[in-house]
Structure formats: C-alpha cells, structure tokens
C-alpha cells in the first residue's frame, strides 16, 4: 500500500509539479520608431525604461516562423523549451524556470493576461501559441512586470499585439505556403487569409483573418510499427474585429480569436541512459498515441474616452480553454505491475490521459494622463475570476491492449479549483530636469482560491476533500533615468514581482498552503541611437534575487508543493543594429545568464552554486537583412541569421536525475520578391544545416523513481519552404 500511495501522490504532484531589444527582427530599413505599449501606453522602444524586445509580426512571416520556438532564439535572454508542439512550450526570460507547474513569464493578449494563474492547471508547461497572420508585433520584456500586469511575471512577460482595424482603407492579402522537414513523411502546407473593410470612413471598421495549418510528422515509434511519422498536427485560428470611433474621444474595440491544434504525437526522440538515441535517431519508445489537443475561445472587448486631462480605459476579456493530452506511462506505471500484483501480471501499458480547461474573466480599468506632460501618472484596478478543471485518468492493459481486471482504471484524479484576484495599481513619471525622470508604480493585490482533490481507483485512496487559501501581495517598481541627449538614455530598475501560492494536495504531513514565492529585480541599462541612428545600441545587466521558490517535494515518500530556499540569477544582455547602406541592417543579440541556487535546497536535491534548469549560460544571434530595388515595380529581399544557445541542463545541477540538452547553433534563410507592390514570392529555410541539438533533454524515471531513459526535445530538422502572397 505505501507502494501504491507513493504513486497516486506522484500522480496528484503532476498538477502541481529576429527579435532585438531596439529594433525589429527581420533588418527591413530602418523607419525611426518602435512603438510600443510596454507600459500601457504609447511610447518609442527607446524611451521605455525596460529592457524590452520587438518582434515584427511581418518579419515572423518572411522568416517562415510559424511558432514561438522558431523564433525564440533571437530574443535575447529568451529559452523556450518545446514539449513536443506548438502550446506545449516553456518560457523562461533571464534564467527563471518553473521549477513547478506554474508559469513563471506572464503571457498577455492585447490588453488581458491569457492563462491560469493557479497552480494546478499547468500553465509553466502550456503556453499560447498564435498564428502568426493576424499578428502586428510581439513585445518581450525582461525581469519582473509585477506593478503593471500582476501575477505570474516574475522572469518578464510576452505580449501579443494584434491587427486593428483600419477605418480609412480597404485592404486583403492572402497567402498560400508549402514546406518540407527532413526526414517527415509528407509535405505540409499553410493557407490564410486577411480582410479589412472601412464600413463608415474614419468611424466604423471591421476586420476578420483565417489561417489554416498542416505540419507532416517525422518521429517514428520503435514499439509500435504503426506509428510512424507520428508527430504530425494541424492548426486552425481566426479572428475578427470591430472598431467604432464615433467621436474623436471615444473609441469601441470588439475581437474574437479562435484557435486550435490537433496532433496525432509528439516531436521528442527518446535514447538509451548514455545518450543513443534509440531506432533510426528519430523514435520514440511510446507503445499508445501520444496525442495533444487544444482550443482557444477569446472574445474582448476595449473601451478608450478621451477628457482632455486623462483617458478612461475599460478592457473586459473571456477566455475559454480546453486541452486533451495523452502520454505513455508505460515506463512508469507499467512496469510496477508484478510488484502491485505479487507477480501476478506481467509489465503492461498505461495510457496516461490530462484534461484541462480554463474559462477566465478579467476586467481592468485605467485612468491614463496624456503622455509628453512633465508629470505623466496611470491608476486602475484589476480583477480576474477563473475556474479551471484537471482531470487525470490512468488506464491500466496488458501487453494486447487488453483491460487487467483488479487493475483498470490504475487512478482516477480530479483537481478542479478556482481563483479570484483583487487588484489596484499606480505609476507616474515624473521629470525632474531635462535630461532626469523617474518612473515609479505600485500595486497591491489579494487572491482567493479554492479546490478539490477527487481521486478514486486501484491504487488511488477514494477522496472528495476540499482546500482553499488566500493571500495580499505588495510589489513594486522605480526607474530612474539619465537622457544623455535626445538620442541616448541610461536608466536604473529595480522592480518586484510574485507568482501565487495556493491549496496544497491533501494528504498526511503536507502544508495546506503553498505561499507566492517573489523576485526582486537590479537593472542598469543604455538605449542609444548612435551617428545619426546609423547604430541602435541596447545593453542592460541584470541580478535578480528569487525567494520562498516554489517546489514540489517528498514529505514522508509523499509528494506535495512546498516553498523551498533562494536562487539568483545575473547577467547581461543586449543587442547592436548596424546599418551602413540604405536597406541593410547588421544585427547581433547576445546574453549570459548565471543562474543558480543562493543555499541549499534539500526540496529538490539542490545545493548552493547549482545552476537553475531550462537556462543557457550563453545564447545570441547574428543576423543580416538586405532590401533593394530590382528595377520597375518590384523589389528583393535577403536575410541570413544564425542563433546559438550553449548546454541545459532539465533539474537542478545537483539532482540524481538531471540532464543536459547539447547546445545548437541554426542557420536560418529568407528572401523576397515584391512586384507591382501586390504580390510577393517568398522562400526560406530554418535550420538549414540540419543541426542535431536539442531545446531540452529530460532523464524519465519509473515508478520507483529509478533512471528509465533520456526524452529529447530536438531542435527542428532542416525545414525549406515557398510561399506566395497577395496583397490590395
């Protein structure tokens, strides 16, 4: 029995447990400007006292980058690791991992964080992933954004900035795309669409998109002949929108998004303890499907009134998200089957099937004063009340695929539980001389949570309990900075940040609660133009000290969340634009990152001076853009970038289990061709040397926690493809 109570708490702990920081990626000529909303307001990039990164969603398209991971690498300071497909990602910003379930960089849609922010709906491990058509620019801010978007950014924040509608003219652009992987079965393809429609001129606009995806797979299975190329999926998403200014101080912003993705099993090869990789070095060992499936509902909806002396700001958001994912616990689980049954039943399999859903609402009201003023000033408050479900099921068959009786359903879990957050926040800048500001904000905000732990089956104790918690936390941030001249700014940041505590897992000598663990971020950077903007300058370095983090340990052979000792990460990173000719931009992005245990932290096998998991020492990217003039109505465009991150490792340095990712280094192409200014053929290549490292390597253990084999998260095999474009 203490056997059976050590794996259903290993099942209950699963709950638990080119881009460049001042210009756009891609090196399209330069126009001047960066906007950006980092801050809840319109500002220049180089004016934000953040260290922030600007990807063009323009650039994602003629670099051929179809999701976060492909174009991850050329934000610096930036690692995300890949589960298997697009959504089944995990962020990390400076060196701050999930060491639990929960995320620890926030992600936001437009004006509202998308995600859970409880613990037990596994949002460090799944994370939005949009098609990129309907996409303006994705922001990317470092270190912890805690004062203006709350909980869960304590490592920095992703935000998505879509398209709005234009009210002044008509425009469509459609696109078709092809594409090969090495090694894939098959070809895959892309299709979308994109349409804006002024209804009444300078009043009334409405936009919609369409994007409709299909990947081939190339992951084979060495236990099941019928699975091969068995990593292929499809993704679905549109989205359309509604923009009403009835007077020049009143503006109406209605979307909806809908996206899905469909796949039949994972990208991951598996290997033997010493690191060879099993069957044709691009297998996996699973013997069920390992399928994900997920959907996305999100409807917003934004109102701005202009008085004259501040803007009132209304932004309401409903989100609804359901997943489905399958694993093979087989290794796990299977395997213990003669020792639950005295060596009555052979090793067997075990499906291992997750459901998660999410439906969110939040809503935030701001008073913003005009910007340009000496004193500028934000307040507003926030609340969110989200209801999430995690429903495991663990089946139980021998090795025909048939149910063992006494032994099926193995475990049965249901954690459903919801969260409610309070929020009020404030920030001003406040310009004490010419070349002196200071930017300062506060927030406060208190949570509620609730919970249920339901559990039934063979080696799972029959339970309906329930738990809550609640919690008020303080953060903060200020900024001085020091404009050198119009074109150069140095500036300091210290700001804080937190990611939310919640209900423990009931069972005997667990802590009902686990608490908010915080960062403290110390930053000085400089942002400068340099020879009349033919240079861009961005550095910043950074130490961060993370305390009470939150970790899943074994109290008593059962596992539950803790709050478990510090760690700092410090570092620097930055990035260099360089711009001799009209049309070509020389980029270099680059960042090391040390982060490590500050003391011992026995919760996880960790001991001081123990680098963190999912972090590279170093990581960067050179990249070259080159547009010119072909002659009549059309135009060229070239791009060359490569990217590098060094080893990572999947725990912390000291535990038994860890592993080490091997480093990459991906050769990326593209190039354009734009004639009558609508249409435009475009072709690129990623990773076109076919580099075999890995985003992410993982010792998976059996059910005795007993080294079983490597999972490996490769980097994408060489991928080529052709798209053409219409645009009017």
Known sequence: MKQGLWIASSIAALAVAMPVQAQEAGGAEYSGEIVVTAQKRVQNVQDVPISISVVGGEDILQQGSAS?????????????????????????LRGVAPLSAAQTVGIYLDDAPVGSSAIYNRAGAFTIDLMPY???????????????????????????????????????????????????GGLGWGAQTYVNVPIAQDTLAISGSFAWRRSPGWVDSVNNSGLTDQNDFEQRGGRAALLWQPTPQLSVKLAGIWQSLNSDGNGLYAADLAGNRLGNGHSFNNYVPESYDISLDYYSATIDYDFGAATLTSATTYSKTKSRQVQDASYAFGVLFPLLTGGAVDPGITPFYLDLGLKK?????????????????????????????NAQLVRSYDMNGDPI????????????????????????????????????GLRWARNKQTFRQISSGAIVPQADDPGSSAESVWTFSVSPQFHINKDAMLYGR?????????????????????????????????????????????????????????????????NGGANGGKATSKGLEGSIAFRPAPGLTISATGSYTDASLSEDVPEISGAKGDRLPAVPKFSGALRADYDFELGGSAKGSLGAGIRHASSRLSLVESDPLTARAEPYTSVDLNASVTWDGHWTLRAYARNLFDNKG????????????????????????????????MAF
């Open 494 to 558: 210290v700001a804080t940040g937190y990611r939310p505590g919640g209900p423990n897992v009931i069972v005997p000598n667990v802590p009902p609660t686990v608490s908010a663990d915080r960062m403290t971020n110390y930053e000085v950077g400089l942002k400068a133009d340099l020879a009349d903007r033919m240079v861009t300058v961005d550095v910043a370095a950074f130490w961060m000290d993370w305390t009470d983090i939150q970790v899943v340990r074994s109290f008593g052979g059962v």
């Open 361 to 389: 609402w939040t809503q935030e009201v701001r008073l913003t004063s005009p910007s340009g003023g000496r004193f500028e000033w934000m307040i507003g408050g926030f609340f969110t009340d989200e209801k999430t479900s």
């Open 405 to 440: 009786a006494g032994l099926d359903p193995l475990a049965i879990v249901g954690l459903p539980a919801t969260y409610k957050e309070y929020a009020i926040f404030g920030n001003a800048t406040l310009k004490l001389a010419e070349q002196f500001d200071v930017t300062g």
């Open 134 to 184: 309907d996409l303006d620019r994705v922001e990317v801010l470092k270190g912890p954004q805690g004062t203006l978007y709350g909980a869960s950014s304590i490592g920095g924040l992703v935000k998505y900035v879509t398209v709005q509608p234009d009210t002044h003219e008509f425009r469509v652009r459609a696109g078709l795309e092809g594409f090969s992987i090495k090694d894939a």
């Open 694 to 725: 890995e985003m992410a390597r993982s010792t998976m253990a059996d059910g005795l926690n007993q080294p079983s084999f490597l999972s490996i998260s490769p980097l994408q095999p060489r991928t080529i493809g052709v798209a053409i474009d």
């Open 68 to 92: 976060l991971v492909d174009y991850a690498g050329y934000v610096p300071g930036m690692n995300v690791s890949n589960g298997g497909t697009p959504g089944q990602t995990t962020i990390t």
